[in-house]
């Protein structure tokens, strides 16, 4: 299984990507909503969670969410944001705000995924 996670920040994207595979998650990365959904469309992709940026250039987070659960309804969202106080989190998905501790997203991947 594997982490998406939707950055169009190169340098956050990088950081994002590379603490989550130091924690042992195998991740696919995305700079956009038009390549998310390419492989969320794509059966042979396995995904335990996608991250996302809440503002991302071609489509908002909550817009790429929506479209993510039409095709994978029990997908595990989580928006990460740096206006987190404006963001309204549809119910069954979670929220970390930006800028966040290696920690901090550590322990929302881990919440999220059920794991100690």
């Known amino acids: ?3 998406l996670v939707v950055e169009d920040d190169d340098i956050v994207r990088m950081l994002m990507v590379e603490v ?17 959904l390419r492989i969320l ?12 940026d809440v503002g991302l250039p ?4 909550d817009q790429l969410a929506g479209e993510a659960r039409a095709v994978r309804p029990s997908l595990p969202i989580l928006f990460a944001s740096g206006y987190a ?8 998905m979670h929220l970390i705000s ?5 920690d901090e997203l550590r322990d929302t991947v881990y919440r999220i995924l059920g794991k100690p």
């Not at 071609?58 to 987070?61: A, E, K, L, S």
């Not at 106080?85 to 069954?92: D, I």
């Open 1 to 3: 299984m594997h982490l």
């Open 20 to 36: 989550l595979d130091d924690l042992g998650y195998a991740t696919i990365e995305a700079e956009n909503a038009a390549a998310a």
């Open 41 to 52: 469309n794509d059966p042979e992709q396995h995904l335990a969670l996608m991250v996302t």
């Open 58 to 61: 071609d489509m908002r987070g």
């Open 85 to 92: 106080e404006n963001v309204v989190v549809p119910e069954g």
């Open 98 to 102: 930006k800028p966040f501790s290696i």
